[in-house]
């Protein structure tokens, strides 16, 4: 269960080819049609997966795998992705509603169970990437519309006319012609008998009424008043409680515990167990569990020489920081065009400059938790916090040692995750409260504590970027050279190919539109010591910060204005030039300052542009300084995902994005000393408080292009365009996160 | 001990030293109250007492003996949790929602004791962390709910 090695590839695996290009998950160089994902999962994983999907089952397809409708005429909806404040479940309801004929307000919408029906994601399930609405839109159109066609036909029986005289309203079949109506709960069991017709008709986009509208969240009331539920709020009778202490070091084990006989005496205490990596106590409410097992005595083995992942016990991020900026070379070449070399060394001037961004916690508020209960005919059920059902699944089947089809996964309501329970060797509580629970002969309600989440979180992994940029007597970038130097999580987790660049490595600062004719991107890997993961928008959260600020720099060398740089080398890519004016037009017309704000103020304005998870976007944020401290007053954010489904939802979306991203550029890092996180609470490890939050202003531009992401998108530009505005404010440039390690001082 | 939630009198037996939160999630199983970091350092665990927002998780129960305690269970009870309940629906502020109930009851305390609050009452009021960043939303909804 302590398996700290990545999950492995299974190269011969028949998903591993034809399946769909994951677009940024892929690795760059694979060839054409092979999936990253399919070199991924688990032997179990695949096999459970295998299986599920044996009898040719398309994903998607089951209108009875997804859709209940109720006597009421509401509609029980299971999705095949987990909400967790993203707005999925609504989104859902919007798709499906719009084409079944049913108001999304009368949804009631929960995670689906694992089961070959809900591999909508190029054959896999997850929900990440920004990818669930995309992925899937078309397929739940159709699939709304399939169960409309179901009542329909079962109203045409009922009625004894033929379908063409029906037609629907909201939750009702209609036949004008006698003036009958059935509601659709009266018809329910009735079509759910039916077939799934094959070519049932979709709404005319013109015709569509929730689509597209800023409809109503369907969880805000519930999460208003307290009623909503999370992982770590779950009970089933007999259940205890259970609190662990990790191993400072991971990959350290229990020796002995010299004060196991007290702690067995506290209150309420009920056992202490060695698990693998920690010990555990079982108690009857959590307090007592954690008491207990924080005053245990343990000492450890340390992880003997090679174990793989673990940590060295001398690790520091300074060093390895140190170590990634150490590196030389031009590494795997991950993106080329023209000679780079050549025009560098017929450039007018040459800049170069080293950029690092830190490793970062998650951080979500919902510290991770897992019950587990065996029961009586040998299945195990799981309640945990996941965005994978099915790799959990395998995996938890894995550590019980029992068929993954004995194993019954709930996937609660997330607290947060924002990358945090992908399935992550050694960063889930799961296989702790599996155990515990077989040890106890009840259910295990585990809860990790804030402070070893914080020791046990997967990180962001820390990385360095190199860039070099020629520029011609003009001014003008004809030459732009970077390497970035770190480990992708990609590669982590679902298996690297060492000749082979990590596309979560160098997403950000490859596939840029800029028209600079002579590029080389490259990529040096470097082992993280950390447990690394996926982290909300993945590479991007770090490599558009690169790329965007020493854009700026190139931009300065060239004595151009940086938003004027950027418009020019566009002129080529009109959807993203769109986008740009957008942004600017929105502020107010673009202005970089310094100006005097009517409060007296002095600000100045940066732009960034990204291009994450197959939407568009461009940022402008307006900073001051306040003593050494950058406050950030504004941010315009125009978004393009080509298409939306609820401009609320997005612009919530690009409101939390801008949070994260702006705690990340002005505060967020992991400092490991002697491989022990510094922090182990927020007091240590400070995310946007209130009074830093900036006004957010957001334009949707709907191009048309294809559905890009909405979750992560966000996020990406803000620290660029922040340490953008802060140059200008300063004369100086900033290369490392977060700025509270910088020295700001406006001094132009 | 003896603690009245909800107003309703409860018979608690556990070490007078244990946090407020955990009576309240564990033993009496008002699980809207949420466990964010234990440090009152989040927020996720605020609470009435007396009608004053306070971090049960760092609240021994020895400590509320004698007092009102409000959780959001109750919160539609109340005329002001009424008002900045409806302030939240409106403005559709919860994002994955856990910060929530935290939130909703700091708000509910400030217009209890401050029911005109200015700019600047609301910001010393409204301090509780959001990962998610609603705190754009938050403050609209706060503003509204004052208004009526
Ligand atoms: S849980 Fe009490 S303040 Fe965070
Ligand atoms: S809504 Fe997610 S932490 Fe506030």
């Not at chain 1, 068929?403 to 990358?419: A, T, Y």
Request: hydrophobic share 45%.
């Amino acid at each position: 269960m302590n398996d700290m090695s990545p999950i492995k590839a299974s190269q011969n695996s028949d998903r591993e080819t034809g399946l769909l290009n994951l677009s940024r998950r892929r690795f760059l160089g694979v060839s054409a049609g092979a999936l990253v994902l399919g070199v991924a999962l688990p032997s179990g994983a695949g096999r459970a997966l295998a299986q599920a999907a044996a009898p040719a089952i398309e994903a998607g397809t089951r209108v009875n795998a997804y859709i209940e409708i109720r006597p009421d005429s509401s509609v029980l909806f299971r999705s095949a992705f987990i909400e967790g404040g993203q707005g999925i479940f609504t989104a859902m309801a919007q798709i499906v509603g719009e084409e079944l004929d049913v108001d999304p307000a009368r949804f009631v919408v929960e995670a689906a169970p694992p089961g070959p029906d809900y591999l909508l994601i190029g054959g896999f399930r997850f929900t990440g990437g920004s990818m669930s609405v995309r992925m899937s839109y078309e397929k739940m159109r159709k699939l709304g519309a399939s169960a409309r066609l179901m009542v329909l036909q079962a109203a045409a029986a009922r009625m004894n006319v033929p379908v063409s005289e029906l037609t629907t309203e909201p939750g009702r079949v209609l036949h004008a012609a006698s003036g009958r109506a059935l509601s659709y709960g009266e018809l329910a069991q009735q079509a759910a008998a039916l077939a799934v017709p094959a070519d049932a008709p979709l709404r005319a986009k013109s015709d569509f009424r929730w689509i597209g509208k800023p409809l109503a969240r369907l969880d805000v009331r519930d999460k208003s008043t307290g009623k909503a539920q999370y992982a770590i709020d779950l009970r089933v009778d007999g259940m205890l409680h259970a609190a662990v202490q990790h191993a400072r070091h991971l990959g350290a084990e229990p020796q002995a515990i010299t004060n196991e006989a007290q702690v067995l005496a506290m209150p309420g205490v009920h056992s202490v167990h060695r698990l693998p990596g920690a010990v555990g106590v079982v108690a009857d409410s959590w307090w007592r569990a954690r008491r207990a097992a924080e005053s245990l005595q343990v000492t450890w083995t340390a992880a003997a020489q090679g174990t793989k992942g673990a940590m060295p016990e001398d690790y520091s991020t300074e060093r390895h920081r140190d170590g990634l900026k150490a590196m030389t070379g031009d590494g795997l070449e991950a993106e080329v065009s023209g000679d780079a070399t050549k025009a560098l060394a017929g450039a007018k001037t040459v800049i170069e400059a080293t950029y690092d961004a830190p490793h970062l916690a998650h951080a979500q508020l919902e510290p991770p938790s897992a019950l587990a209960r065996w029961n009586e005919d040998g299945t195990l059920e799981l309640w945990a916090p996941n965005q994978a059902p099915e790799m959990f699944q395998a995996a938890a089947a894995k550590v019980a040692g029992i068929d993954p089809s004995k194993v019954i996964i709930h996937s609660p309501l997330l607290g947060g995750f924002f990358g945090r329970h992908f399935l992550y060797a050694s960063a889930n509580p799961f296989p702790q409260a599996i155990l515990l629970s077989k040890a106890v002969g009840k259910p295990i309600k585990l809860v990790w504590s804030r402070e070893e989440e914080f020791l046990r979180d997967a990180l962001r992994p820390m990385a360095v970027a190199r860039f070099r940029a020629g520029l011609d007597e003009k001014g003008m970038p004809v030459a732009l050279s970077a390497v970035a130097v770190g480990e992708g999580a990609t590669g982590r987790w679902f298996g690297r190919q060492p000749d082979k660049v990590d596309s979560s490595a160098v997403e950000g600062i490859v596939e840029k539109l800029y028209a600079i004719p002579n590029r080389r991107v490259g990529h040096i890997h470097v082992d993280d010591p950390a447990v690394i993961g996926f982290w909300r928008s993945v590479g991007h959260s770090m490599n558009d910060f690169f790329y965007e600020t020493f854009f700026d720099e190139m931009a300065d060398a060239g004595k151009q204005d940086p938003y004027e740089l950027r418009h020019r080398l566009l002129s080529e890519s009109p959807r993203q030039q769109t986008l740009l004016e957008a942004v600017a037009d929105l502020s107010g017309g673009w202005r970089r300052g310094p100006y005097q704000a009517d409060d007296g103020t002095r600000r100045a304005r940066g732009v960034a542009m990204a291009s994450p998870f197959g939407s568009e976007v461009a940022t402008i944020a307006e900073v001051s300084l306040r003593g050494e401290e950058a406050v950030v007053h504004q941010v315009w954010v125009a978004v393009d995902p080509g298409s939306i489904v609820n401009p609320a939802i997005v612009e919530a979306q690009i409101n939390s994005a801008v949070a994260i991203g702006l705690s990340i550029a002005l505060m967020e890092e992991v400092v490991y000393e002697e491989g022990v996180p510094r922090a182990r609470n927020y007091d240590g490890y400070p995310i946007l408080p209130p009074d830093r939050m900036p006004k957010v202003h957001v334009r949707i531009i709907e191009s048309g292009a294809p559905m890009g992401g909405i979750g992560e998108p966000g996020v990406p530009g803000v620290p660029p365009a922040v340490v953008n505005a802060l140059a200008v404010l300063t004369g100086k440039r900033v290369r490392s996160l977060p700025l509270s390690r910088a020295s700001l001082t406006g001094s132009i | 001990m003896q603690l009245t939630i909800n107003g309703q009198s409860h018979q608690v037996e556990i070490e007078p030293d244990t946090p407020l939160l955990w009576v309240l999630r564990d033993t009496l199983g008002l699980t809207g109250t949420k466990y964010g970091c234990g440090l009152a350092q989040c927020g996720a665990c605020t609470v009435l007492i007396d009608g004053q927002a306070t971090r049960a998780c760092v609240t021994p129960i020895e400590s509320v003996a004698g007092t009102e305690i409000v959780t959001i269970e109750a919160i539609t009870g109340d005329a002001e949790g009424r008002r900045v309940v409806e302030a939240w629906v409106d403005h559709q502020v919860p994002q994955c929602g856990y910060c929530q109930s935290g939130q909703v009851m700091a708000a509910t305390a400030l217009l209890k004791q401050t029911p005109q609050p200015t700019e600047e009452d609301i910001a010393a009021a409204m301090i509780n962390l959001c990962r998610c960043g609603t705190y754009n939303a938050i403050a609209s909804a706060v503003r509204q709910a004052a208004k009526v």
